[in-house]
């Protein structure tokens, strides 16, 4: 690959970065406006083009009376002010079809190229096969909220938002290796724990463990706040750190039953949840900070800290949203703070995962060739 391919591939993903990062914040916005559940048709073609004489804009609005927000939320909206809520939703799918476009178009004339060669351009089939799987997620997550509720289903919201920030840690991890010159991928992991093949530095290998448990405490902590956003358990509180002037409320888990159904589906209990384990986010942060500084590895140490500081923002960010009732600018600011924090701790998993690679591909070049 020619220094101005890896280039191209470099602007490409990163730009893609972008814009399923803008996706997510709009989509963030759709749902704080109450917004997602205007639009109850999902047409690919068609639906790309709003309604565009008054009698079509009357019978889109006769729809959205039909549904349960229709009914229960809103039954008092007028036309217009259905317009306002229409275009947010048309917006966020407008830039959902340009995000697929700006992705697979440029990738079918790098395959054509030969600049990605089909032997290696399983990850990138696999993005583009994650931006239609997201789509269809996106109305599955809608559909939902259609039918005899309201709101849509938290735990497709929490699919939803989890496989965007698996398509936006993909993307990144790619552009991340194509910036640096390389195309690599994690190691497959043998019983010990070590890497396949592995022949780094003993100290990366036992910053893995740290880094991964890292990922999965956010992933965690992630599906939390879509359940809270589900839920809109959010606004049960607006005071932190007490919750009804406890640390504890009563009955998180006698409101429902089974008891454990309460973990996920009542909205005391989500946002408790979510409001303390950000505190087990932080903690485990602390720990890959810890030890990568123990054992003198500056790289993952610099990311660490890194990493600490925005939990801790993070934190601060999520208190303000209760304290303010859920502002929008607040919680989207919260909602994109995620995103970097997210974006951080699998650039620590690249690091701890990539070393061997790189130091692989330095002695490669290093090494003078015997051919002249």
């Not at 194509?178 to 036992?206: K, N």
């Not at 409001?275 to 140490?301: D, I, P, T």
Request: proline share 5%; hydrophobic share 50%.
């Amino acid at each position: 690959m020619t220094r101005t391919h890896q280039k191209s591939l470099t602007i490409w993903l990163f730009t893609v970065c972008a814009f399923i990062g803008a996706l997510v914040l709009i989509g963030g916005y759709t749902r704080l406006t109450r917004s997602g559940l205007s639009i109850v048709e999902w047409n690919v073609v068609t639906g790309t083009a709003p309604p565009l004489s008054q009698v079509a804009w009357e019978e889109e609005f006769a729809k959205y009376q039909e549904t349960p927000e229709g009914q229960i939320i809103n039954p008092s909206m007028t036309l217009d002010g259905y317009k306002t809520i229409y275009f947010v939703e048309y917006f966020h799918r407008l830039i959902g079809r340009l995000a697929g476009m700006v992705y697979v178009l440029p990738l079918f004339t790098f395959l054509a190229r030969g600049v990605i060669p089909w032997r290696k351009s399983a990850p990138y089939l696999a993005i583009g096969l994650g931006f239609a799987f997201q789509g269809f997620l996106g109305w599955y997550m809608v559909a939902s909220g259609l039918v005899d509720m309201p709101r849509v289903s938290q735990y497709r919201l929490a699919a939803h938002l989890i496989t965007a920030l698996g398509l936006l840690a993909l993307t990144f991890w790619i552009a991340v290796d194509q910036r640096r010159g390389m195309e690599t991928a994690p190691f497959p992991m043998t019983r010990s724990g070590q890497a396949a093949g592995d022949r780094s530095d003993p100290a990366l290998i036992r910053l893995r463990p740290p880094a991964v448990w890292l990922a999965i405490m956010l992933l965690v902590q992630i599906a939390y706040g879509a359940f809270v956003a589900g839920l809109k358990a959010g606004h049960v509180s607006n005071t932190w750190p007490l919750m009804f002037g406890r640390i504890i409320p009563p009955n998180l888990l006698t409101v429902q039953e089974p008891w454990w159904i309460n973990l996920f589906a009542t909205a005391v209990t989500v946002h408790f949840i979510h409001r303390w384990f950000a505190f087990m986010v932080l903690g485990f942060a602390g720990w890959l900070y810890y030890r990568a500084r123990k054992l003198g590895e500056k790289g993952v140490e610099r990311t660490g800290l890194v990493i600490v500081i925005i939990a801790i923002v993070q934190i601060t960010l999520g208190a303000l949203v209760v304290w303010f009732n859920v502002a929008i600018p607040l919680a989207i600011t919260h909602q994109g703070t995620a995103m970097v924090l997210t974006l951080a701790i699998v650039y620590a998993n690249y690091q701890v995962f990539t070393a061997p690679a790189r130091a692989r591909q330095a002695a490669h070049i290093a090494r003078p060739s015997l051919v002249r």
